[in-house]
């Protein structure tokens, strides 16, 4: 999954939650029918809602750290 947000992280450095996940849609090209799903029992949509838990995975390993609430960047063990 580190794939993915190395090419967002060097556009800018840091990127935010909006920017990760059309990143991610843009590089896997998602189709409509996917992103159009919805997890059960949250606003957010099924990829979104995945996204979100890989952020946090990548974040316990050391590959993103978060600067502040919805930005984020590339770790020390991202390289």
Known sequence: MIQYF??????VGRSTNEEIVDAVVILMRLPDEILERKQHGH???????????????????G???QSERGVWALGMFAS
Do not use: F, G
């Not at 606003?43 to 390993?61: F, G, T």
């Open 63 to 65: 590959y993103l750290t």
């Open 43 to 61: 606003n957010l949509s099924e990829v979104e809602y995945r996204i979100a838990w890989a952020k946090s995975y990548l974040k316990q390993a």
């Open 6 to 11: 190395k090419p967002c992280a060097k556009w």
